[in-house]
């Protein structure tokens, strides 16, 4: 029987984020799924702003970002009064400012196989090679109760049965045909099926874990395990629709947009613009009907699809040579009333979330759950975090899995309607409504305005004479700094090169906590002493008390200037200044206390934590602290969390120091003795 | 006897560069090099903006982009009146909106190590994999004079020695230290040495070559075997310099900064930080005289070089812990008269050009020469250029490597002077003298404004009265379109899908020519239809004259938008429509000629070739046509080069058409008749 620290079941989107944090942070982890494929075309396909935000913290951004068509503009077509599709409006699709990057698409494969890169570079000779093993399944879990509060303990007992290369292949991916349906809410799960036939037959293996995270999609076999009170709850609706991934040969002219195609009467299709000259379309199938709860699947065929598809786009032709993939779904949106059985074992992703696909919506939360959840396992796991932070995951993510059922209910019904005729038309759906509808989404759909509730992790302070989550969310004030939200972006130039940075680049995902010293003007003297201050007393009472980590040596991919400090002083916290002085105005060495610019005995001084919210000689001017929303003379002081989530905010005074020894108080373990 | 369309000897910069331009178009070709190492540190590192775009237009400038530690600022330090060095003077390195890129560090191994990977990344199937033999030298070249005319000839013949490891191992390189005199021009060179030691023992092989080109550096053993007419002509000043790679520890404020340090007494260092906290100091050696022509080499340490930077940044501190690399080299300006023997043997980068590397010119022009050299080769060797074509190589790069010598020696006298103490010193050098020419000689260092002579490739065409070369370059109007120079980047909005792109990366080094057609206003329908007219005029005459070329698959790197065409109807010539009309007035289907959205059976129209000159709903407005200066009514035409260079800028008219036409039939053979 072998033991392991994390073990993950199911290798998609959110099981191989899991890995990547795990890789970085130098966890003993396994990762097993049962298929012995991985996924070459179709499936999901887009990326909201804050995942490209989260997968550029690994250095995996840009990657998505060369590769993948991106989303700029969304148009809407609807009945003309003869009953005619024509174009009503043209819209941003990503609401401009709201983040440097653009929703885009690409699909799941090659997400899969950046995570696999990624974490293949994180090996280190330090660090244990984390692979995906594959026609692997768990057949028993078990959770000792009596371990579960001991820290050093492997509580969750898992057999794993190892399947042949047949056994592990989807029966309907054993034709040719490049389908979905075998992962298809149309299809039941082939688990207990898999499991029964190869009863006896296989090899199985006993594995002890300190912590198990089921990735393992909509049928989780990890979730059943847990037993009936982890069921989803939720509802599905009639509806059935079509999915076609293919090189469309078509005079309709809004083909490489965004578009959301309302006919008259043949129903409603989506058009997203894929990579390599694909489109992708979803079609309502009026044809199909699943009244009375059951349907013939084999009435539901790509030509089925695909005519629906020229019916709504008519008078425009389509016609296509190649397809790539195709699928169909019933619209339910269920989620688990629980994520966490004795924050031992976790579900994560479609295990705990099921929706329908048009808002490109699933692989983003599910990867971000795992972002949420992979430093606190990973850090906890390295003695570093305290065991109780591992609450915040169902606390953090349950809500937005529930805003996400809602969000989700109210958009497919829209969606799904029948257009309205007039205003009098009160069954109908206005198309104003549904414009509206799009645009307001847009802070929770592309994820920045995402909001984490109070608690250990997330500090409500007053400051000001306001809590930050009083303020109205509005894409003109989404990116600043409040507890719960994210960091967002902002370019400020480095003091002593002159180089500007976001920000968010120089916060990599490396399971470091963020101080954030917004200085505010130093030139002034007395604003200067103050922050000199704050830096005398974090290098001589915050650091020392909090561990050092040691990271692997990928960890910080956007520092030009590579961070030999981490090497040697890895503290688990990071001290960033953003000041809001002139450049030339402040000589860092000279003016400046040592905790902005630690000493080196072999390094030097080192020169990448000042920064200056100022003009660059080449790329404009950043306006940090007017985005951030802080004031100029007094700046403030931000606790930013591994995942980039802001969990404090507070003044620069003596006064308020206190306020961030609690916060890391509740959250890290102090240093062991030496 | 084997044959090979092309052998490069040398795989350095220069050499690899070559190597990339073959594997992407697909020509047969062998690459050795006479050592057994690749370069770990030290050696070349500076990245003017031109080579940044090069290296991005093969999808490579991203990597160096992200790893190479940018220089922003250039501060100019000089003896006060107490003959006290102090800060006289800041100023952007790279001059403003020039370029999307800035000068850039990065040593020389990390470039060789993305040439490898670019060209491993092209193999395809279909071409020939080139990999860089090493351990292997020429000992005899010959040109059968007889076949030089015959194109199908293999008139080179070469032989190859193969050495042992040992053999190829550089003596001075045998000890540990990281130093690089073994390659400084105060070491002669070893390749008689090791000719003479290894004659008789080593397995040599005979190579018939359609084309060789030296890249063999300043040593170059095929510049000599070209005989005494290849020489290269010029003068040693007695000045040596020493240069030190360290990590400083150090109180100097500007550390961080490109600067130049001219002490009253102790001679001058220029600093320019580097990637990972290194940092290099060039520093004049005033204890070491060459005068007499002779002088102790063991006389020159790394010791000596760290005590005369230490003496020049007084009162600052200076020491190191860490020494990556050191050299030493005596400023000599020298080049050759002849860059090829009969348009069948080139030399290129230091094998026809020496001179001081303060200025990080040696890499940026040695690449340069291969980059103007690699399209012209490798599109002769596969048929479809005119070899004619081959002499513009000497004709454009000689006259670079002149105006580079003249510069270097301008710069070097005032980088090595005395500063002068007043202004009747006359001596002595002005320091507003040194920091003017550091600003003036910029266009030229950048390469930004570099101009090509007329030529078969370069078409002096009047245009509204005047020709481009009558400009006074500067800053301001560098990148105008103008006959000779490089075809700058300014964003502009696809059509069909709304997404900004820099101009540059839909013009990626693939081997194609591109005819930009600048429509104008084409809101209006005088204009629309000439710009429809030319369309028609290029679909039905021009483009079905010349030929296809055949791709690697990996010569497109920027356009999301995978461009399938290339592979099915992969016309030599490229249409691009930039036009200066509302995005939304424009129906490409209904409005443009299909010659901008070219039909394919399988794939449908191509909507990748139509870009606005407008506002992007993320990215800014690109002011594509002010940047150009293209008139927003009239339009233009420009042809581009495979190189990113002008060839001709004429009317859309249909008067200019002929110009066009004659244009192609200058450079590209006709299609052979099918």
Redesign the interface.
């Known amino acids: 029987m072998s033991e392991v620290d994390v073990l993950i079941v199911g290798a998609g989107p959110a099981g191989l984020m899991l890995a990547l944090w795990m890789a970085r942070l130098g966890v003993k982890t396994r990762i097993v799924d049962k298929r012995t494929d991985k996924i070459f075309s179709g499936q999901a396909d887009g990326f909201q702003v804050r995942t490209l935000e989260i997968l550029d913290s690994f250095g995996i951004g840009?990657r998505v970002w060369?590769?993948?068509?991106?989303l700029?503009?969304v148009s809407f077509w609807n009945p003309d009064e003869n009953g005619q599709i024509r174009r009503d409006g043209?819209a941003?699709d990503?609401i401009?400012?709201i983040s440097r990057f653009?929703e885009s698409v690409m699909h799941q494969g090659r997400m899969e196989a950046f995570f696999l890169d990624a974490i293949k570079a994180s090996t280190s000779p330090k660090h244990p090679p984390i692979q995906v093993e594959r026609c692997i399944m768990p057949t028993s879990l078990d959770i000792r109760e009596d371990l579960v509060d001991d820290e050093n303990a492997y509580p969750v007992e898992v057999t794993l049965r190892y399947l042949s290369e047949d056994e592990a292949t989807p029966t309907s991916r054993l034709s040719n045909l490049q389908d979905g349906l075998f992962r298809s809410n149309l299809t039941a799960s082939d688990t207990e099926s898999i499991i029964e036939k190869t009863n006896g037959s296989c090899k199985e293996e006993k594995v002890k874990a300190r912590y198990v995270v089921g990735c393992d999609g909509a049928h989780s076999w990890v979730r059943k395990s847990l037993g009936p009170e982890f069921a989803m709850v939720g509802e599905s609706t009639d509806a059935i629709w079509g999915v076609l991934d293919i090189?469309?040969?078509?005079?309709f002219?809004d083909?490489?947009?965004r578009c959301v195609v309302h006919s008259a009467e043949s129903g409603t299709v989506m058009v997203i613009?894929r990579?390599?000259?694909l489109v992708r379309l979803y079609i309502q199938l009026k044809e199909v009907s699943t009244e009375g709860g059951r349907f013939d699947r084999s009435q539901i065929t790509p030509e089925l699809i695909f005519e629906s598809a020229q019916k709504i786009l008519r008078p425009y032709s389509l016609r296509y040579?190649?397809i790539d993939w195709w699928t169909a779904y019933q619209i339910g949106q269920r989620s688990g009333n629980h994520f966490s059985k004795l924050d031992r074992v976790f579900l994560a992703g479609d295990a705990v979330h099921t929706h329908s696909p048009k808002a490109g919506q699933g692989m983003n939360v599910s990867m971000q759950d795992t972002y949420n959840l992979g430093w606190k396992l990973g850090l906890v796991c390295k003695g570093i975090l305290r065991p109780e932070v591992l609450s915040t995951y169902e606390l953090e993510r349950k809500q937005i899995a529930k805003d996400l059922i809602a969000f989700d209910q109210k958009f497919s019904k829209m969606f799904s309607g029948r257009p309205a005729k007039d205003i009098l038309d009160e069954t109908g759906v206005s198309m104003n409504e549904l414009q509206n509808a799009f645009k307001l989404s847009h802070l929770f759909t592309s994820a920045v305005g995402i909001s984490y509730q109070p608690s250990v992790l997330t500090h409500e302070q007053q400051i000001n004479g306001h809590t930050g989550h009083n303020d109205v969310l509005s894409p003109e004030t989404v990116n600043r700094c409040r507890v719960g939200m994210r960091f967002a972006s902002y370019k400020a130039v480095?003091q002593?090169?002159?180089?500007p940075w976001e920000m968010q680049h120089q916060m990599p995902s490396d399971g470091r906590f963020r101080v954030v010293v917004f200085g505010g003007d130093i030139s002034d003297p007395a604003q200067l002493s103050k922050v000199n201050a704050l830096g005398d007393w974090v290098s001589k009472k915050l650091l020392p008390r909090y561990p050092r980590i040691p990271l692997s040596p990928a960890s910080s991919p956007?520092t030009?200037?590579?961070r030999?400090t981490t090497e040697q002083d890895p503290s688990v916290i990071d001290v960033l200044l953003v000041h809001a002085a002139k450049r030339?105005d402040i000589?860092?060495?000279?003016d400046l206390h040592e905790a902005y610019h630690p000493f080196d005995?072999?390094?030097?001084?080192d020169?990448g934590k000042v920064f200056v919210d100022g003009e660059?000689?080449?790329e404009g001017h950043g306006r940090a602290y007017e985005g951030y929303g802080i004031d100029k003379k007094e700046g403030a002081v931000v606790i930013v969390r591994p995942d980039g989530y802001i969990g404090l905010k507070t003044r620069v005074d003596e006064a308020d120091w206190a306020q961030i020894d609690r916060w890391f108080e509740g959250v890290v373990k102090p240093r062991a003795p030496e």
């Open positions: 840009e060369k590769e993948a068509n991106h700029l503009e043209r941003p990503t401009p400012n653009t090189i469309p040969i078509t005079d002219p083909i490489r947009n613009p990579e390599n000259r040579h190649y480095n002593s090169d002159a180089r956007h030009g200037l590579l030999f030339e000589e860092p060495l000279r005995e072999k390094l030097g001084w020169y660059s000689y080449h």
